[in-house]
């Protein structure tokens, strides 16, 4: 039998190194599913319950394992759910390629039925390369255009497919005019700084008295190099939430994260640095950076579109992280005073004991930070963690202390709701022997964790280990949105769009042969992670949580007393209910000024 441009299409992945592609099946890719069928020894479909699912664990499968992820969808319809997870690959620079259906060719431009523009719809989220095949033997170099591009720019790419020609005899392009002739591989460049900016940036850090570095997923792979280079210049690391694995936290300088959520150490440091050294990290908000002035900023980024954006930096080293590290570092003299090293450490210490005493705190019915803190010690080696957007992200970011060997990611630039549970997913496929944990929160649940809970039923009994502990934080409660109606508009929270409807989490993970774990009171949690942690299948404990704990750091949360004060007035009696010092205290004057 004469191979067919899916059977083709499906070699040319697999000589591209793909070994597990993402979808949701539709006739618009009959013919590309019937080649996966005849070829599902070499390369793994995994079938989610929504394509933007499907998208999602694409970019964590890019994210986790460092190769191209791939996502399959129908034309119409199933195309358009690509797009949230697309974007969520674009915004963080991650390589994926999206192969989507169309109508027949002969049939396009007559309205016929789920006939979309496709390449007017991927044109912004796969701007760097989309192409729709037309002639079988466009094939060959539009897969291998995609792949590279994807790569050499950590990027989104798309291949649009009619489904008449999936089942076209494939040709080889022939060796005439206008022919294109394209081969497979890609081989990433060594990117590293000029001499002399290396240089100037070398005297700046040398001269500087209090170095600050904020690394973020760009320094994931340079966790020596940065080490190396906090050491010499006495320098604390905070790290922006993608780079939450780019070191450990029980290095004594590293402060932890940075921002909204981030830590009291961070905060210091940043305010009272003279010199900021940032890595591989586009961390977007300008007021937790030293204000514009007070320090001198060298950046290190690979991408060049990105220097320069968050802070005016006096030396942009256009370059990757760890080579130009190791061309750095030898140009760095080891600072001898060590008294502002030794004051983050302190303030370190701090930090840890304050989030400590923090997650003891009485809640009503449960304290979320005291999940938090009594998983953290208890996490295994090597283990990958997954959190959603929302405040369950200000727990993982606060009290999960990462070691080395871990992996972590999150929906970074686009912070999209609903990505713990498929990135989760994505991580176990990729690492079926390593256990695996997902934070997400109720109202992610409820807009599609439920749904590929079902996905996870359908696969775990594949995986070699088949650990995958889901924490849902059941507050009943769109939490992080309502704390910011309270804090950035100084509104009440506004119960129509916030409060979200009961449901029992654990119960329906048991209705689908999981363990379904329920958590009500503070002496249930230890109890819950040792069964979840010594189970023989995935795991989703349903945490009752107290929604009025304040997911965002207490000390910075201070210039917020105003807009509290505000939405109390306006009748929101849990604005202010479980504050924690010092943001209780300037509520307080604030009500007074009121008074």
């Given at each position: 039998m004469k191979e067919n441009v899916s059977d083709y299409l499906v070699k040319r992945l697999q000589a591209w190194g793909v070994e597990r592609i993402f979808g949701y099946p539709?006739?618009?890719?009959?013919?590309?599913?019937?080649?996966?069928?005849?070829?599902?020894?070499?390369?793994?479909?995994?079938?989610?319950?929504?394509?933007?699912?499907?998208?999602?664990?694409?970019?964590?499968?890019?994210?986790?394992?460092?190769?191209?992820?791939?996502?399959?969808?129908?034309?119409?319809?199933?195309?358009?759910?690509?797009?949230?997870?697309?974007?969520?690959?674009?915004?963080?620079?991650?390589?994926?390629?999206?192969?989507?259906?169309?109508?027949?060719?002969?049939?396009?431009?007559?309205?016929?039925?789920?006939?979309?523009?496709?390449?007017?719809?991927?044109?912004?989220?796969?701007?760097e390369y989309i192409q729709m095949a037309v002639d079988p033997a466009q094939i060959r170099h539009l897969i291998d255009r995609a792949f590279r591009i994807a790569l050499s720019q950590r990027t989104v790419t798309c291949?649009?497919?009619?489904?008449?020609?999936?089942?076209?005899?494939?040709?080889?392009?022939?060796?005439?005019?206008?022919?294109?002739?394209?081969?497979?591989?890609?081989?990433?460049?060594?990117?590293?700084?000029?001499?002399?900016?290396?240089?100037?940036?070398?005297?700046?850090?040398?001269?500087?008295?209090?170095?600050?570095?904020?690394?973020?997923?760009?320094?994931?792979?340079?966790?020596?190099?940065?080490?190396?280079?906090?050491?010499?210049?006495?320098?604390?690391?905070?790290?922006?939430?993608?780079?939450?694995?780019?070191?450990?936290?029980?290095?004594?300088?590293?402060?932890?994260?940075?921002?909204?959520?981030?830590?009291?150490?961070?905060?210091?440091?940043?305010?009272?640095?003279?010199?900021?050294?940032?890595?591989?990290?586009?961390?977007?908000?300008?007021?937790?950076?030293?204000?514009?002035?007070?320090?001198?900023?060298?950046?290190?980024?690979?991408?060049?579109?990105?220097?320069?954006?968050?802070?005016?930096?006096?030396?942009?080293?256009?370059?990757?992280?760890?080579?130009?590290?190791?061309?750095?570092?030898?140009?760095?003299?080891?600072?001898?005073?060590?008294t502002w090293q030794n004051q983050i450490e302190q303030q370190v210490k701090d930090w840890w004991q304050l989030i400590h005493e923090q997650a003891g705190r009485e809640a009503n019915p449960l304290n979320p930070r005291l999940l938090f803190e009594e998983l953290s010690p208890r996490l295994p080696d090597n283990c990958i963690l997954t959190s959603d957007s929302g405040s369950s992200s200000s727990w993982t970011a606060q009290h999960i202390r990462i070691r080395q060997g871990m992996q972590f990611s999150v929906s970074g630039t686009l912070a999209t709701m609903g990505c713990a549970i498929p990135y989760a997913l994505a991580a176990k496929f990729a690492y079926p022997e390593r256990v695996v944990f997902s934070f997400v929160g109720d109202g992610a649940m409820q807009m599609g964790g439920n749904n590929e809970l079902i996905t996870m039923q359908k696969y775990w009994q594949q995986w070699k280990n088949p650990q995958l502990i889901v924490l849902v934080l059941n507050n009943r409660d769109l939490n992080f949105v309502t704390w910011e109606q309270r804090m950035m508009q100084g509104e009440p929270k506004f119960n129509e769009s916030q409060v979200l409807p009961e449901f029992n989490y654990a119960q329906y993970a048991e209705s689908l042969g999981l363990i379904g774990i329920r958590v009500e009171r503070p002496d249930q949690v230890i109890p819950a992670w040792e069964k979840a942690l010594s189970a023989d299948r995935p795991v989703v404990i349903d945490a009752l949580t107290d929604p009025e704990i304040l997911p965002f750091t207490p000390e910075v949360a201070q210039e917020f007393a105003q807009q509290l004060v505000q939405a109390q007035a306006k009748g929101d009696v849990g604005a202010t209910k479980q504050l924690e010092e010092p943001l209780k205290q300037a509520v307080q004057q604030e009500n007074e000024k009121e008074e």
């Open positions: 539709g006739d618009g890719i009959n013919g590309i599913m019937g080649a996966l069928n005849r070829a599902k020894d070499e390369i793994e479909f995994v079938q989610v319950r929504h394509e933007e699912m499907a998208s999602l664990m694409a970019c964590a499968h890019a994210k986790f394992i460092k190769q191209v992820g791939v996502c399959l969808a129908t034309s119409g319809p199933g195309a358009i759910h690509l797009l949230n997870g697309l974007y969520d690959a674009k915004l963080d620079h991650q390589p994926v390629v999206a192969i989507v259906g169309q109508k027949a060719l002969k049939s396009l431009g007559g309205s016929s039925q789920q006939e979309i523009d496709l390449i007017s719809l991927f044109k912004d989220v796969a701007s291949i649009i497919i009619p489904n008449d020609l999936q089942t076209e005899d494939y040709q080889e392009p022939p060796h005439t005019h206008q022919t294109i002739h394209s081969g497979v591989g890609f081989t990433a460049p060594r990117v590293i700084p000029q001499d002399a900016d290396l240089i100037r940036a070398a005297e700046i850090l040398n001269a500087g008295k209090r170095v600050a570095i904020l690394v973020g997923a760009g320094a994931l792979h340079a966790a020596e190099e940065v080490t190396q280079a906090a050491d010499l210049l006495g320098a604390g690391v905070a790290k922006a939430f993608l780079g939450k694995a780019a070191l450990p936290d029980d290095l004594p300088f590293v402060t932890g994260a940075i921002g909204l959520f981030g830590s009291n150490a961070s905060h210091e440091m940043m305010q009272n640095c003279d010199t900021l050294l940032m890595i591989g990290s586009s961390f977007p908000y300008a007021e937790f950076l030293p204000e514009e002035g007070k320090a001198r900023g060298i950046q290190i980024e690979l991408d060049g579109r990105m220097q320069s954006i968050r802070y005016p930096m006096e030396v942009n080293l256009t370059g990757d992280s760890a080579e130009t590290l190791k061309a750095l570092i030898p140009l760095l003299e080891r600072k001898t005073d060590r």
